[in-house]
């Protein structure tokens, strides 16, 4: 069945950096375009990066912009999300999944970017 395994989080102060990565499975990985979502407390998941398939196409969201970087190595099955320069409005859960009609969330791993 289709699996995801989040790792990375951590506890880390303002301007700091993280390295979250995303193991999956049960899917040809190399066929499909990839995301991380994050969800902060009480509100909604949102998408914060997305890497294309073969061509490895990138796109940001505003907030993240210029700070975070999305990879993906095809022959582990698994995709990384570079964060630097962390705000303490990127605390949240970190989630990865397919980019179009996502499934199977795992349990993310908890980013807490605090002094």
Known sequence: QVQFVESGGNLVQ????????????????STYVMTWYRQAPGRERVPVAWIGRVDKSRGYADSVKGRFTISRDNTKNTMYLQMNSLKPEDTAVYYCNWRYNPTSWGQGTQVTVSS
Do not use: I, K, N, V
């Open 14 to 29: 303002p301007g700091g950096s993280l390295r979250l990565s995303c193991a999956a499975s049960g899917f040809t990985f």
